[in-house]
């Protein structure tokens, strides 16, 4: 599920911890991640107070939730891979009492460079993220040349890597 300042600041909140609540109840596993406002739409977060406050307020809640997991940013394709894995790494240490397999660090770019997260030590035990798009790479036209495409930008951290958003021509 989204979110952002706004959404869990405001009164949006009541709504979207009860359909949190509701679907962990139900057995399901949840992942809340940050998205930047529509207004903004660069690829990097919006405001670094909100950010931080709004990630207090999902943590304090869900925590202690094993369903819940943690995913700092959908698409960071703002950042360059230092500077995102700099932020990523950032929140991993502000909330170290999250345990790490509850974290999903998505790939730099549009989650999609999954070699970059996977291969420094500071995300050991996190989950990775990568999404999968045709317009990202226009020649993925055959089961092959998309099996390849994963194959690759997954590399030898496969095991860690969950593919949150896929779409591609029918």
């Known amino acids: 599920m989204p979110v952002n300042y706004p959404t869990v600041s405001g009164s949006y909140w009541n709504s979207y911890s009860g359909a949190i609540d509701a679907a962990?109840?139900?057995?399901?596993?949840v992942i809340l991640s940050y998205w930047e406002a529509a207004s903004s739409r660069n690829g990097s977060v919006d405001?670094?107070?909100q950010f931080w406050s709004m990630w207090q307020t999902?943590?304090?809640?869900?925590?202690?939730?094993?369903?819940?997991?943690?995913?700092?940013?959908?698409?960071?394709?703002?950042?360059?891979?230092?500077?995102?894995?700099?932020?990523?790494a950032q929140w991993l240490s502000t909330?170290?009492?999250?345990?790490?397999?509850?974290?999903?660090?998505?790939g730099a770019g549009y989650n999609q460079?999954?070699?970059?997260?996977?291969?420094?030590?500071?995300?050991?035990?996190?989950?990775i993220s990568r999404h999968t798009y045709e317009f990202f790479d226009t020649s993925r036209t055959t089961e092959d040349?998309?099996?390849?495409?994963?194959?690759?930008?997954?590399?030898?951290?496969?095991?860690?890597?969950?593919?949150?958003?896929?779409?591609?021509?029918?």
């Open 145 to 170: 040349s998309w099996r390849e495409s994963l194959r690759t930008s997954v590399g030898a951290y496969a095991s860690r890597v969950l593919i949150t958003e896929f779409g591609a021509p029918m």
């Open 47 to 49: 405001n670094l107070t």
């Open 113 to 127: 460079r999954l070699t970059t997260i996977g291969s420094d030590s500071r995300f050991d035990g996190t989950l």
């Open 95 to 106: 909330y170290s009492s999250i345990p790490r397999g509850r974290v999903i660090i998505s």
């Open 58 to 88: 999902i943590v304090n809640k869900y925590s202690g939730n094993a369903s819940v997991y943690f995913e700092p940013m959908n698409e960071p394709y703002g950042y360059s891979d230092a500077d995102w894995k700099n932020l990523a």
């Open 24 to 29: 962990t109840a139900k057995g399901m596993k």
